[in-house]
């Protein structure tokens, strides 16, 4: 299965897995980036695979690489994420996994994931994101983004836009697939492990559940897993109330509002656009309404650094900005101006997000809120920072 989007691809593939998984499935997860270690990344009935079989799994990728180099030099030396990918696939069918849930690197037409023969076609929402290679507008995103739906075969769709979704109707009709849309799961009343949601599955009456992923938004990628999930009754995948509470209430997504309470609280977000950032900032009032609220930010160059400054600075009393350790990083001092020009008046620049997390801290203090956000590598040095990266041992 594929699962393509901007925003909510990856919330809704460790949703889908944990539903699976709950119902007596054995999963194979394929995701991307990783927070810790690259083993997240391929996840086996819900745990990273060991350092065993992922160095077994590399030694046969790298005899299956010289042989390319050997027999089509023209084709060029494979990507790291084309060689992950294969190794995943690879992985999950010599596990025997009953689903192997894919989630689509960049766009959908073009990305290494779409070489799989896959049943169903799952599309999160879809913005704005890498326009330098998908193109300028929602329209040609969504275009790159529906070159995963299959002819003749299912799917499903959060709600988009209207040009998303007038172009993934389009596809369909191209080759003769059905969508279906997709609405969130009402409730979204908070409780202290998540937030409780309506669930009503294809028979029976609507059931109450608490859906541990916090926001509005991770409602919509639930509803979206759950209709992924019942797509697979044909195939054996049998839903019921009790496997679903378990697995919305046990489903996790690092890095995606992710609260850890303490003095002062933290919130870690992995938001990189405008649309992830309207999210976080939509979400922060139910999780973290206590103040001083103080924002650590750190931005990759390809992303649209001032869009997501537009959305923060608002509601932040305090900004921090530092350059993640990747040469990717946009620096610090351009990052502060962008901030400034949106408006922040109180921005400081710092060495590494280390020292801003601990400035924040001192400035939130015991009562207030600290978030850490801007890239999935924020979110990792971030978490390192805290004591909690899990180890790659």
Request: hydrophobic fraction near 45%; include cysteine; proline fraction near 6%.
């Amino acid at each position: 299965m594929l699962i393509a989007g901007t925003k909510g691809k990856g919330s809704t593939a460790a949703i889908l897995e944990s539903l699976a998984r709950a119902a007596g499935w054995r999963t194979g997860l394929y995701t991307q980036p990783h927070l810790d270690t690259f083993r997240e990344r391929l996840r086996l009935d819900g745990q990273p695979i060991s350092q065993a079989l992922f160095v077994t799994l590399v030694s046969r990728l790298r005899r299956l690489v010289a042989r390319l180099r050997a027999d089509h030099p023209e084709a060029g030396e494979p990507t790291t994420f084309e060689l992950t990918t294969v190794l995943a696939v690879l992985a999950c069918a010599e596990a025997s996994v009953d689903l192997t849930i894919l989630e689509v690197g960049l766009g959908g037409r073009l990305d290494a994931t779409n070489a799989v023969d896959s049943g169903l076609s799952v599309l999160a929402r879809i913005g704005l994101d890498h326009t330098e290679i998908l193109g300028n507008t929602i329209a040609e995103i969504a275009r790159e983004k529906a070159g995963i739906i299959r002819p003749q075969g299912p799917v499903v769709s959060a709600l988009q836009r209207r040009a998303a979704r007038d172009m993934i109707l389009a596809r369909c009709v191209e080759v003769g697939a059905c969508c279906r849309f997709v609405r969130p799961l009402p409730g979204g009343a908070p409780e202290a492990t998540g937030q409780q949601v309506v669930v009503r599955l294809p028979s029976g009456p609507p059931f109450a559940a608490t859906l541990h992923l916090q926001g509005a938004h991770q409602r919509q990628n639930a509803a979206l897993a759950l209709a992924a999930a019942s797509e697979l009754a044909s195939a054996g995948l049998a839903l019921t109330p009790d496997s679903v509470r378990t697995a919305l209430a046990e489903a996790r997504a690092p890095g995606r509002v992710e609260v850890i309470r303490g003095a002062p609280t933290w919130v870690l977000d992995a938001a990189h656009n405008a649309d992830s950032a309207t999210a976080l900032a939509r979400t922060l009032d139910e999780v973290a309404p206590s103040r001083p609220r103080w924002t650590v930010l750190g931005i990759l160059r390809d992303k649209d650094a001032a869009a997501v400054a537009r959305v923060l600075v608002p509601g932040a009393d305090g900004i921090v900005v530092a350059a993640p350790k990747t040469p990717r990083a946009l620096p610090a001092e351009e990052l502060a101006d962008i901030c400034r020009r949106a408006g922040a008046e109180s921005v400081e620049s710092a060495e590494s997000i280390a020292d801003a997390l601990d400035r924040a801290r001192t400035a939130a203090g015991p009562r207030g809120t600290v978030i850490a956000t801007g890239s999935f590598a924020v979110v990792s040095e971030a978490r390192a920072a805290l004591g909690m990266a899990e180890s790659d041992a």
